[in-house]
């Protein structure tokens, strides 16, 4: 059974670079069938989609957030990792990594997401 | 236009047959995607591909897309069933550094 763990600081300083890691056990995060992606998620609000990444490191981003993001695949740990520069209170949010089939278009399989919350 | 549109709240009685739409210029080019989220919990896959559903999901969902609107129906509603619901288009771009995840605001439904 595939699963997704994201892990990070649960606070973050304004102005700072937000950094996560989702962790994926029970498949490999160098498929070649599957897209990784970041989702976030305001507290009582809609979701957000920020990057997907392949494991050869081809990323497309969020137009809104391209500037800030920096994603990176680590294929030795299984892992991929989010960075998110410059963060305001508008980033705080709980954020989701999940696995993308292209094929499908869509989200199946999610980590249960860590909510970050950016404040001095 | 780059965005997905749903409305705020659908309500619906046990038993009925629940609708919410999903509006985007051309969506009906793209495949769309529904999500179910209860609070405290993380988005499920309920459709893909427009009509399929993933492996566990019951019968009573089932999606459509022409136009410029997919639909996501609930038939026989369950309480079980109140949640959020989001609509998400993918469109591949005509290259694979300009593909974008579109989400929709959400509907919250509510059986009652």
């Known amino acids: 059974q595939l699963q997704l763990q994201e892990s990070g600081p649960g606070l973050v300083k304004p102005a700072e670079t937000l950094s996560l890691t989702c962790t994926v056990s029970?498949?490999?995060?160098?498929?070649?069938?599957?897209?990784w992606g970041w989702i976030r998620q305001p507290p009582g609000k809609g979701l957000e989609w920020i990057a997907n990444?392949?494991?050869?490191?081809?990323?497309y981003f969020n137009p809104s957030l391209r500037s800030r993001v920096t994603i990176s695949v680590l294929t030795p740990e299984n892992q991929m990792s989010l960075r998110l520069s410059s963060v305001t209170a508008a980033d705080s949010a709980v954020y989701y990594c999940a696995r993308f089939p292209p094929r499908e278009g869509a989200f199946d399989y999610w980590g249960q997401g860590t909510l970050v919350t950016v404040s001095s | 236009s780059s965005e997905l549109t749903q409305p705020p709240s659908v309500s619906v009685s046990p038993g009925q047959t629940a609708s919410i739409t999903c509006s985007g210029d051309k969506l009906g080019d793209k495949y769309v995607c529904w999500y179910q989220q209860k609070p405290g919990q993380s988005p499920v896959l309920v459709i893909y591909?427009?009509?399929k559903r993933p492996s566990g999901i019951p019968e009573r969902f089932s999606g459509s897309n022409s136009g410029n609107t997919a639909t996501l129906t609930i038939s026989g509603t369950q309480a079980m069933d109140e949640a959020d619901y989001y609509c998400?288009?993918?469109?591949?771009?005509?290259?694979?550094?300009?593909?974008?995840?579109?989400f929709g605001g959400g509907t919250k439904l509510t059986v009652l």
């Open positions: 998400q288009a993918w469109d591949a771009g005509t290259a694979w550094d300009t593909s974008t995840v579109l």
């Open positions: 990444t392949y494991y050869t490191g081809n990323t």
């Open positions: 591909e427009d009509v």
């Open positions: 029970g498949g490999s995060i160098s498929s070649s069938s599957y897209y």
